[in-house]
């Protein structure tokens, strides 16, 4: 009678993975093969060390070679595991929304920091210590919303975009978080859906600026076209929104924008031609430009 073969340990299963990942090109193998070995163990990665020597089940093997599978692939292993870290939260993601970047953190600080500048009241009879509005562009799965509704208690933001299904995913994620009864979800392109007289205190936004032809991650391609792409040059959607904040800003309101590394001139003049003022671009961790923040001096007409 033959021996029966020892199950491999987690610690096997784990260096395995890894290695297959690595012959795939993804840029941390290990990592991200400890993520997927413990989501296939039903344990967060602290409780996966503590079995890495401990043999591995049958039924966790199978799960793991599935998920590796699909992280091979080049799948995002924020829809495999359907859950991304943003602003030291966790937010759910799928496939209907864009995965929330370490970058797009900028566009919060920014945004808090503005709207804690003191502000005048708006138009006669107003109050200046009236809670302050904010509105999300194109809010994916609410990450910026849900942020600044953390970040600023007594806020009232409004989030739109034109996907209803990015839509109920972001009010998944402001229930979640307990910040719901102040967030406004909104089917709108840009403003369009908006009442014609509400203006904000702050408009924050991550819109789609990628190039066509631009060279992207594989990644990239499991993301929703409409979230990453932008026409030619990748403006098309930043060239509407900064055409449209300042009539949807109040006097002093500010327009805090993410946008590509390679925009910054482009997107200056836009705002410029738009007539904003005090306009400034912040920097990345690598320090390439990222955010620009620009501010909205007179009300617009309307019209």
């Keep these: 009678m033959r021996p029966a073969l020892a199950m491999p340990t987690h610690a096997e299963l ?13 840029d941390t193998p290990r990592l991200d093969a400890e993520v997927l070995l413990a ?4 344990v967060d990665r602290s409780g996966l060390y503590a079995r890495l020597h401990t043999a591995a089940a049958d039924e966790t093997g ?7 599978d699909r992280r091979a692939r080049r799948e995002p292993i924020a829809y495999i595991t359907g859950v991304q870290e943003f602003w030291s939260l966790p937010f759910a993601v799928t496939p209907a929304v864009l995965i929330p970047r370490p970058e797009t953190e900028l566009v919060i600080e920014a945004a808090v920091r503005l709207t804690r500048e003191p502000r005048p009241p708006e138009g006669p009879g107003g109050r200046a210590d009236a809670p302050p509005r904010l509105c999300d562009v194109g809010t994916g799965s609410g990450c910026i919303a849900v942020a600044l509704a953390r970040e600023l208690r007594d806020a009232r933001v409004v989030a739109v975009d034109v996907s209803g299904a990015a839509l109920e995913l972001a009010a998944r994620n402001a229930a979640m978080h307990r910040v719901a009864d102040r967030i406004a979800f909104i089917v709108s392109d840009l403003f369009d859906g908006l009442a014609p007289d509400l203006r904000f205190d702050v408009i924050a936004s991550n819109p789609p600026y990628v190039g066509c032809g631009e060279p992207t991650s594989p990644e990239i391609a499991f993301e929703p076209a409409a979230a990453v792409a932008a026409g030619g040059d990748g403006l098309a959607v930043i060239r509407r929104l900064i055409v449209e904040a300042p009539r949807r800003l109040r006097a002093g309101g500010w327009l805090v924008m993410e946008f590509g590394c390679e925009q ?8 410029e031609a738009a007539g904003l003022a005090d306009i400034g671009v912040i920097a990345d961790l690598a320090g390439l430009p990222r955010v620009l923040v620009a501010r909205q001096m007179k009300r617009k007409a309307r019209g």
């Excluded at 989501?39 to 039903?42: F, H, I, L, Q």
């Excluded at 199978?62 to 590796?68: G, I, Y």
């Design 264 to 271: 910054e001139t482009a997107v200056r003049r836009l705002a």
């Design 14 to 26: 784990l260096a395995a993975g890894a290695a297959q990942l690595h012959a795939a090109g993804v």
């Design 62 to 68: 199978s799960r793991f070679a599935s998920l590796l």
């Design 39 to 42: 989501r296939a163990s039903g």
